[in-house]
T-cell receptor, first 113, second 116 residues
Framework: TQLLEQSPQFLSIQEGENLTVYCNSSSVFSSLQWYRQEPGEGPVLLVTVVTGGEVKKLKRLTFQFGDARKDSSLHITAAQPGDTGLYLC?????????????FGRGTQLTVWP | DAGVIQSPRHEVTEMGQEVTLRCKPI?????LFWYRQTMMRGLELLIYFNNNVPIDDSGMPEDRFSAKMPNASFSTLKIQPSEPRDSAVYFC??????????????FGEGSRLTVL
């Protein structure tokens, strides 16, 4: 059973389009992180959200943590080929031991020029 | 500063052979994690250590897998005997969670294991 469900699993779009990917769970998380992974490399942290309802912006990327801290979304404006990669959300379960981070399976994004 | 260093980057072996994967975490980090990534199951946590002590090994698939962290700068993940279903990319990651750390995971580049 996957604690964090990500959708869509695959997304293929043209340069300049906007997109949103989702990360959902029935569990409450004390914090949630988004990572991006490129081929042949390990995931790299993009952002951490902690407070319910929190919105963080990183250039063209907007991250939102749900009010109930069970879900999150990542919105990319005017996608570019350099945004191509596997986007992973990861949450620290409020009831779990410190350091126990659960990962979703990810959304594979491809942006065509 | 050097990041998390893993070796080997690629390993091809035959079923039944012993495989040892190595990891050097970022100096000063207090947590070390071993993950396995496959298309089918995504990133799975195998085991993690805090200050060299194993905290949670519930993700280790079976007794064929073992992990050690003899000191703060080195960890190994061993598979003996290896099986084709162990084929995956194995990641090591380290983090500073205590002492006001952010909890960000820093991943190595991974070890791609193929068991024939």
């Amino acid at each position: 059973t996957q604690l964090l469900e990500q959708s869509p699993q695959f997304l293929s779009i043209q340069e300049g389009e906007n997109l949103t990917v989702y990360c959902n769970s029935s569990s409450v998380f004390s914090s949630l992180q988004w990572y991006r992974q490129e081929p042949g490399e390990g995931p790299v942290l993009l952002v951490t959200v902690v407070t319910g309802g929190e919105v963080k912006k990183l250039k063209r990327l907007t991250f939102q943590f749900g009010d109930a801290r069970k879900d999150s979304s990542l919105h990319i404006t005017a996608a570019q080929p350099g945004d191509t990669g596997l986007y992973l959300c990861a949450g620290i379960d409020r009831g779990s031991t410190l350091g126990r981070l659960y990962f979703g399976r990810g959304t594979q994004l491809t942006v065509w020029p | 500063d050097a990041g998390v260093i893993q070796s080997p980057r690629h390993e091809v072996t035959e079923m039944g052979q012993e495989v040892t994967l190595r990891c050097k975490p970022i100096s000063g980090h207090d947590y070390l994690f071993w993950y396995r990534q496959t298309m089918m199951r995504g990133l799975e946590l195998l085991i993690y250590f805090n200050n060299n002590v194993p905290i949670d090994d519930s993700g280790m698939p079976e007794d064929r897998f073992s992990a050690k962290m003899p000191n703060a700068s080195f960890s190994t993940l061993k598979i003996q005997p290896s099986e084709p279903r162990d084929s995956a990319v194995y990641f090591c990651a380290s983090s500073l969670i205590g002492s006001g750390g952010t909890g960000e995971l820093f991943f190595g580049e991974g070890s791609r294991l193929t068991v024939l």
